[in-house]
């Protein structure tokens, strides 16, 4: 799976979009862009996923560059509560159940301030 | 929505003692996992389940640890004799058929954790 590098922290102010960035120069064209976050020590929540389109979901936007080396997770109105550290995974998405595990990295660490 | 429940969520045990770690994964999935999480340190990836069988396992997962699905709902997580090092919280995971993975990226859901604490 190909290496990710994000930034190790972050502040937005509460009510603003919080935008993560997320660096992956070498994902190939069968990888996915997989986003996570742990809330303090609580196990990792899914938060959305994308190949080569931007999407949105109830939780967030994720917006990929054209050359899929980088992208942008996107909290459109953020809260204390999305205070956490997010992951941000390359993986083939098609793949049998004896591959499919997820490789974190650090992630970064949001904190939302009032 | 539908959830994968850990217990017990805190668990202290002696050193040289064995645990079993229990996880209810969402009843349609196929899939399950296990990983752990050192204090301060990144998620680490254990150990995968499917057809009642071992897919992967990590450099970490060594004899002491085992994986099992003794009646069909319940995965468990056992470490034979406890180490100091073991300390970490453990999560398990579980996640749909591959259809389903695919077309939902979501499929793969965690538990809230175990807390393991070797004294």
């Known amino acids: 799976d190909a290496k990710t590098t994000q930034p190790p922290s972050m502040d937005c102010a509460e009510g603003r979009a919080a935008n993560l960035p997320c660096n992956h120069s070498?994902?190939?064209?069968?990888?996915?862009v997989y986003w996570y976050r742990q809330i303090h020590s609580q196990g990792p929540q899914y938060i959305i996923h994308g190949l080569k389109n931007n999407e949105t979901n109830e939780m967030a936007s994720l917006i990929i560059t054209e050359d899929r080396k980088s992208s942008t997770l996107i909290l459109p109105h953020a809260t204390l509560r999305d205070t956490a550290v997010y992951y941000c995974i390359v993986r083939v998405g098609d793949s049998g159940g004896s591959n499919y595990k997820l490789t974190f990295g650090k992630g970064t660490l949001l904190t939302v301030n009032p | 929505e539908p959830e994968v429940t850990q217990t017990p969520s805190h668990q202290v045990t002696q050193m040289g003692q064995e645990v079993i770690l229990r996880c209810v994964p969402i009843?349609?999935?196929?899939?399950f996992y296990w990983y752990r999480q050192i204090l301060g340190q990144k998620v680490e990836f254990l150990v995968s389940?499917?057809?009642?069988?071992?897919?992967?396992k990590s450099e970490i997962f060594d004899d002491q640890f085992s994986v099992e699905r003794p009646d069909g709902s319940n995965f468990t997580l056992k470490i034979r004799s406890t180490k100091l090092e073991d300390s970490a919280m453990y999560f398990c995971a579980s996640s749909a058929e591959l259809r389903d993975r695919v077309r939902r990226g979501y499929g793969y859901t965690f538990g809230s954790g175990t807390r393991l604490t070797v004294v």
């Open positions: 389940f499917y057809n009642n069988e071992i897919s992967e």
């Open positions: 009843s349609n999935h196929l899939y």
């Open positions: 070498t994902i190939s064209g069968n990888e996915y």
